[in-house]
Nanobody
Framework: QVQLVESGGGLVQAGGSLRLSCAASGLTFGSRRMGWFRQAPGKEREFVAVISRSGGGTDYADSLKGRFTISRDNAKNTVYLQMNSLKPEDTAVYSC???????????????WGQGTQVTVSS
């Protein structure tokens, strides 16, 4: 069955960095667009970043441009999210997702990971 497993979350001070990883199995990774989303307690899930199949095209939430970078290694079936200059408002559960098209809409993704907690202290 399809599995997406995130790792790399944890506690970091404001201004610090974290690199999240999402390892995929049970699907043709190279044929899937991959996205990152996040959800804080009491808030709706929001789009973070998306990357095309080959990794040549990326897009980000406007508020995150310049701080976050999405990348992928198709040979390792893994997508990454490098997060720099972290702020307390970045605190959330971060999830990766696989879809058929490049999209900022969560409904366009059919497979989801369980998520990894990122906590940024002030």
């Amino acid at each position: 069955q399809v599995q997406l497993v995130e790792s790399g979350g944890g506690l970091v001070q404001a201004g610090g960095s974290l690199r999240l990883s999402c390892a995929a199995s049970g699907l043709t990774f190279g044929s899937r667009r991959m996205g990152w989303f996040r959800q804080a307690p009491g808030k709706e899930r929001e789009f973070v970043a998306v990357i095309s199949r080959s990794g040549g095209g990326t897009d980000y939430a406007d508020s995150l441009k310049g701080r976050f970078t999405i990348s992928r290694d198709n040979a390792k079936n893994t997508v990454y999210l490098q997060m720099n200059s972290l702020k307390p408002e970045d605190t959330a559960v971060y999830s990766c997702a696989a879809g058929g098209v490049v999209s900022k809409r969560s409904q366009m993704y059919e497979f989801w990971g369980q998520g990894t907690q990122v906590t940024v202290s002030s």
